[in-house]
C-alpha cells in the first residue's frame, strides 16, 4: 500500500437484498476514474432515515478502524441520498437539512441525486419493484456512457432535478484518479 491509498465508505439507502444503489455509484467510480488499490466499502441503511442510527455508526467506525489498523489508510464517508421532494414537501426539505447538519457536525461527504438516482441515471422514476433489475441492466447496458457528466456534476447544494453531485464531491479525493471522459 502507498501511503495516498483511502477508503471511501458509502452510505446508501438501499437494502444489502437488492444493491441497487450500490451498482449505480461502482458505475459512476468505474466509468470516472481509476480507483487502484482504494477500498471501496459500503453500508446499507434499509431506508434513508436509519443513518444515524448506533448500528450503522459502529458500521463506520469498525471499517474505519480496521482499515487504519491493517493499512494505516483513512477513511472517509460519503452519504448517498435521495432529495425526492425536497423542493415542495416539507419533511423531505427537512430531512435535507438534518442530514447536511448532521454530516457537517461529522465531515462526513454528501453526495445527493434530486429526485433520485434512478431519475438521474435513467431520466425516468422507477418502481421499487424492479430497482434492482434496472440497476442490473444499469450495469450490463453500460447505460453510464449515456449519461452527461454534466448531470452528475451540480454543485453540492444541487435541487434541480435529474442532477447530482456525484462528480463534484468525489473530485474532492486527488487519490482516486479521474479518468479523462
Do not use: C
Not at 10 to 28: H, P
Not at 122 to 136: L, N, R
Request: aromatic share 12%; net charge positive; glycine share 4%.
Amino acid at each position: 500500500m502507498t501511503q495516498n491509498e483511502i477508503q471511501l465508505i458509502f452510505i446508501v439507502e438501499t437494502t444489502r437484498e437488492v444493491q441497487s444503489d450500490e451498482m449505480y455509484i461502482r458505475a459512476i467510480l468505474n466509468y470516472y476514474y481509476t480507483l487502484g488499490e482504494n477500498r471501496i466499502s459500503f453500508i446499507y441503511l434499509a431506508g434513508k432515515n436509519n443513518y444515524r442510527t448506533g448500528k450503522v455508526r459502529s458500521k463506520i467506525e469498525k471499517l474505519t478502524r480496521d482499515y487504519k489498523k491493517f493499512t494505516g489508510g483513512a477513511s472517509f464517508v460519503i452519504h448517498v441520498f435521495d432529495k425526492d421532494n425536497a423542493h415542495k414537501d416539507y419533511q423531505d426539505k427537512q430531512f435535507v437539512r438534518e442530514v447536511t447538519a448532521y454530516a457537517r457536525e461529522r465531515e462526513y461527504h454528501l453526495i445527493w441525486f434530486v429526485r433520485n438516482i434512478e431519475e438521474v441515471l435513467w431520466g425516468k422514476e422507477v418502481k421499487k419493484s424492479v430497482k434492482k433489475k434496472m440497476a442490473i441492466k444499469f450495469l450490463e447496458t453500460a447505460a453510464i456512457k449515456r449519461v452527461t457528466k454534466k448531470k452528475l456534476s451540480a454543485a453540492s447544494n444541487v435541487n434541480r432535478i435529474g442532477l447530482s453531485n456525484a462528480l463534484t464531491v468525489l473530485n474532492n479525493f486527488p487519490e482516486i484518479k479521474k479518468i479523462a471522459i
